[in-house]
């Protein structure tokens, strides 16, 4: 199977890990890696890259996501949504709408954000939420963030939904507990959906239940048994089907490189300076207009050979992505 991207509907209660563990247990894919982790109650647009596409993930454009996200009001806890334990309460908001949109307007823009606790950010090699199970609190870098759009869906005394636009990196859950302050309360999500991730969208992602479907069509038993079991489970596992076969099913949902680098200019290449590229040989030079500092894509017919960059000297290979 050539590299690529896969996109998958993240359902709630399971990891980012748990997704690409099953995606690469039924397609027999041994780089399987995700673009940008989920919260275990998130749901929503999860991306996925296959095989030499792992290479790519740093190139991508992620630099803009969307949340729908929910608030309630009233308490804030350890983790900043719902599986935590409440550390604070608060009195609900009583803003108008008008003092509402002037509150979230004040988030709009560059900003500071301090990761939670409760996330996957690494501190002297150490994830932080390993430090929080053991009660251990560290000193953690302000990140720089954008808010681009914070528009109101569903307002309630007890909840807020917002559909969140923002840069990457930006945790939902921080601004929740932000605004709740702001608003002279206390919050923490309920619920939080991504719909997109830079060029990665909902409607184009494959559902856990449709991949259980296309591994092992027709057993009436739910995805979780079908995809994920586990060794000593009561129930028989599941007989999936061939690997190429289930490879072949997710196909209607693959999307090549040269489908989601398109922030990129293309440089072709004949199948021989291909194969010298490959082959650690000299590159060509950069198509014109490319600056000095900036990457391109060297491309055989619809085949991605390496991720180039333009230098004084002429080309740089920062990636080769070898042949299917």
């Known amino acids: 199977m050539k590299p690529g991207f896969l996109v998958i509907d993240k359902p709630a209660g399971i990891t980012s890990h748990d997704v690409v563990a099953a995606v690469r247990a039924v397609t027999g894919i041994k780089k399987v890696g995700h673009t940008g982790t989920l919260d275990p109650f998130a749901t929503g647009v999860l991306p996925l890259a296959l095989g030499a596409a792992t290479r790519l993930i740093e190139y991508l454009d992620e630099s803009t996501k969307i949340y729908d996200a929910t ?8 983790t900043a949504d719902l599986t935590g334990q409440v550390i604070a309460e608060a009195p609900l908001p009583t803003a108008t709408d008008a003092e509402l949109q002037e509150v979230l307007a004040g988030f709009i823009g560059e900003q500071g954000q301090r990761p939670p606790m409760y996330s996957a950010v690494k501190v002297k090699g150490k994830a932080l939420y390993k430090y929080a199970r053991k009660g251990e609190i560290v000193e953690v870098a302000e990140r720089r963030i954008t808010v681009h759009d914070l528009e109101v869906l569903e307002r309630s005394d007890e909840q807020l939904r917002l559909m969140i636009t923002c840069s990457r990196g930006t945790y939902a859950r921080v601004l929740a507990d932000d605004i709740a302050i702001a608003l002279g309360s206390r919050g923490h999500l309920i619920a939080l959906e991504r719909p997109r991730s830079g060029p990665f ?25 079908v995809l994920m079991s586990r060794r000593g489970q009561k129930t028989e596992r599941v007989q999936w089907r061939a690997r190429d076969i289930v490879r072949e099913g997710v196909l209607p949902w693959f999307r090549r490189p040269l489908d989601v680098l398109t922030h990129y200019p293309l440089a072709d290449v004949s199948e ?7 082959s650690g040989g000299a590159p060509p030079p950069p198509p014109k207009g490319v600056e000095v500092g900036s990457r391109f894509l060297a491309v055989c017919a619809d085949d991605l050979v390496a991720m180039m960059e333009a230098t004084p000297r002429g080309a740089r290979v920062l990636k080769v992505i070898p042949p299917a």
């Open 71 to 78: 608030i309630r009001f009233g308490s804030a806890t350890d």
């Open 272 to 278: 021989s300076v291909a194969k010298r590229i490959r």
């Open 201 to 225: 969208l909902l409607e184009d992602a494959l559902s856990m239940p449709a991949l259980a479907e296309i591994a092992a069509p027709d057993t009436g038993r739910p995805w979780p048994e």
